[in-house]
C-alpha cells in the first residue's frame, strides 16, 4: 500500500478511515485530515468514498503536474 501524503495545501496528517454508521454497517473508505482553519481543503469539502483503502490513498495521493 502506498504511504498517504499529507495535506498539500495546509501540510495536515492525512489518513483513510472506514467507520461504522448508526446501523452498526460499515461507511465506505474516506480520506481525513485535521486541517488548518483556512485551508483551502475545508472550504471545497472533498469527502469522496472508496471501497477500499489502497483507492482511497490513491487518489488523494494523486497531484496534478504543472
Not at 21 to 38: G, I, L, R, S
Amino acid at each position: 500500500m502506498d504511504k498517504i501524503r499529507n495535506c498539500p495545501f495546509c501540510g495536515a496528517k492525512a489518513e483513510a478511515v472506514r467507520r461504522y454508521n448508526f446501523k452498526d454497517v460499515y461507511e465506505p473508505w474516506k480520506v481525513v485530515a485535521n486541517h488548518d482553519d483556512e485551508c483551502v481543503f475545508i472550504k471545497m469539502g472533498w469527502m469522496d468514498d472508496y471501497e477500499s483503502a489502497e483507492e482511497a490513498i490513491k487518489a488523494w495521493n494523486r497531484r496534478v503536474e504543472t
